[in-house]
C-alpha cells in the first residue's frame, strides 16, 4: 500500500506535522527524505517509502552511523534507491554533521587545553567518514579557537598532510598554535609510520614560523589518539 494510501494520522509527513519529528521513527524519517518507494500492481511488488527506508537501515546493519557511512555506490545497489535519493540521504547526514560541528564551535569558547577538549570539537567533523581527511584547529595565544578548517581529503587509509598549505592559512589567520587532525575509518586509532613522519615534518616546519604544533589527534570511531598525551615532553 502506498503511503497516500495510509490514514492521514499514520503517514509519516503528517505526524511529524502533528507531533513534531521526534515522535517518528529512524525509517520513517528517512522515508520523508527519499519521498517515494518503488514497485507496482504489475510487477507484484509494492515498497512504500517506509519500506524502502527500512530496508536500507538493515542493509547498514541497523546502525544510523553505518548509514551515515555508507557509499553512495553501496545505497544505489538497493530497488528502488537510485542516485537522486542516495544523494539526498547523504545531504541530510552531512547537514547533521555540520550542524553538529557548529554547536561543538559554538560550546568551544574556552580555551582547548587538553585532547579530550579537541577531540570534542572534531568528533563531529570526522566520525563515520568512509575516507580520510585532514583537519587544522587553528588557536591564538590564548589557546581559543580561530577556525577549524579541512585542509584535504583522501581515499580510504590517507590523505595529503600539506605543511605549506597550513602554516600559510596559520600565518594569515595570525595563529600561535595549531592542532592538527586526521581520522582512521578503520577504527585503529594508533598512528601508522607514515603519520609519526608527517608529524615530525610539521612540527619541525611550524617551529621555523614561530607556531607551535600543539597535538595531533587521530579520531577511530568513538575513540582517538593524541600525540601529545602520548608525549608528556612535547616532543612528538
Sequence with gaps: ????????????????????????????????????????????????????????????????????????????????????????????????????????????????????????????????????????????RGNRVISVDRASSGGSSSTVIDRKAILKSALEKLASGIILAHNHPSGNRFPGQNDIRETKALKEAARTVDIALLDHIIVAGKNYYSFSDHSPDNNF
Design 1 to 140: 500500500m502506498k503511503i497516500t494510501e495510509w490514514k492521514e494520522k499514520d503517514r509519516p509527513r503528517e505526524r511529524l506535522e502533528t507531533n513534531g519529528a521526534g515522535a517518528l521513527s529512524d525509517a520513517e524519517l528517512i522515508a520523508i527524505l527519499i519521498r517515494t518507494g518503488y514497485g507496482g500492481k504489475r510487477s507484484g511488488v509494492m515498497k512504500s517509502a517506509v519500506d524502502l527506508a527500512r530496508e536500507l537501515i538493515r542493509l547498514a546493519g541497523n546502525s544510523l552511523s553505518g548509514l551515515s557511512a555508507m557509499s553512495l555506490e553501496r545505497m544505489e545497489t538497493m530497488p528502488g534507491m537510485g542516485k537522486a535519493k542516495a544523494v539526498t540521504v547523504k545531504a541530510a547526514f552531512e547537514l547533521g554533521r555540520r550542524f553538529a560541528s557548529e554547536e561543538a564551535m559554538t560550546a568551544a569558547g574556552s580555551p582547548i587545553t587538553d585532547s579530550q577538549k579537541a577531540f570534542k570539537l572534531l568528533f563531529p567533523l570526522l566520525k563515520d567518514l568512509d575516507h580520510e581527511e585532514c583537519w587544522v584547529i587553528y588557536l591564538n
